[in-house]
């Protein structure tokens, strides 16, 4: 776990790849001369070369950090509740690629995919009321994938809702119209009076 106020990079991005031989000298250099001349991060570039997959550069991320990696398997055995990712609004985890993992009196610990982003650090804690916030490294994907599984059943619940409160509702309707179709018929039993067509033409507007 890291706290961002007082973290300290070691080792460039770049260099931490060499060592991890995932590329070479050669690879850095046309990455960073790509990067001279059109801009972007090292990492996007080695993986628009094919020299890095997606996981690769968040897992690299975490080391030049000091951060634990939650790779996809550990994201999707996280002990996580509804207590804990309420404490986030679904629009601020989305946008910004956090979720939201446990919490203690004071300290709130979330997976990001940009841990040097300071303002919304600064936002989750007046948003959680907590004092500090406890970081890992997760991918956007991993992150956006298990957002889903926790926010969206309650999209689902809800349309549930209104769904049976509105096959109620239909059955009442259905109740009532025959209701008063049984009226129109017992009046004009009264009246010993035979409108066929009458009957018919009502039986025939309340179907529709």
Known sequence: MFDMVS???KKRFGELLIEDGKINEKHLKIARRVQDLQGGKIGEILLS???????????NLAKQFGIEYLDPDAINKLP?????????????????????????????????????????????????????????????????????????????????????????LSENIDEMVLFYLDTIDFILSLFE????????????????
């Open 80 to 168: 996580l509740n509804h207590e804990v990712i309420g404490l986030v609004p679904y629009d601020i985890a989305k946008t910004n690629k956090i979720l939201p993992i446990t919490m203690g009196k004071d300290y709130l610990s979330l997976a990001t995919s940009n841990v040097e982003n300071d303002k919304i650090i600064e936002e989750l804690k007046l948003v959680s009321e907590k004092k500090n916030i406890l970081l890992f490294v997760a991918s956007p994907d991993s992150i956006l994938a298990t957002l889903d599984k926790w926010y969206k059943p309650k999209v689902n619940d809800s349309f549930g809702s209104q769904k049976e409160e509105l096959s109620l």
């Open 193 to 208: 009076t035979d409108y066929p067509k009458l009957r018919e033409r009502a039986h025939a507007r309340a179907r529709y």
């Open 49 to 59: 070369m094919n020299l890095l997959s997606r996981e690769d550069i968040y897992r």
């Open 7 to 9: 973290f300290v990079k």
